[in-house]
């Protein structure tokens, strides 16, 4: 059974930082792209950062220079550590596992809140 469990989410001020982490198990961590999507109230599920298995990073023009998206194939987790968060970081984070020739999950979502 695949589970993508997300962890970190919480409510913080605008300028601070959390550290969302997704435990992955169920799949071949090693060779799975690794992603980050996010939802607000009302709008589209959108990207924000993936790290390929092979260690491409891409990010979402809005979260550049603010997020770092990691993964530790050891401990089959990736982690998005969003720094200067602002108010319309707010969203529902959710956790992506895939690649070309593999099925996609996705985890259940934690939720994000930065207070302006």
């Known amino acids: 059974q695949v589970q993508l469990v997300e962890s970190g989410g919480g409510l913080v001020q605008a300028g601070g930082s959390l550290r969302l982490s997704c435990a992955a198990s169920?799949?071949?961590?090693?060779?799975?792209?690794m992603a980050w999507y996010r939802q607000a109230p009302g709008k589209q599920r959108q990207f924000v950062a993936r790290?390929?298995?092979?260690?491409?990073?891409t990010y979402a023009d809005s979260v550049k220079g603010r997020f770092t998206i990691s993964r530790d194939n050891a401990k089959n987790t990736v982690h998005l550590q969003m720094n200067s968060l602002k108010f319309e970081d707010s969203a529902v984070y959710y956790c992506?596992?895939?690649?070309?020739?593999?099925?996609?999950?996705w985890g259940q979502g934690t939720q994000v809140t930065v207070s302006s």
């Open positions: 992506y596992a895939g690649a070309w020739d593999r099925p996609s999950y």
């Open positions: 169920g799949i071949l961590f090693s060779k799975n792209d």
């Open positions: 790290i390929t298995s092979g260690g491409i990073i």
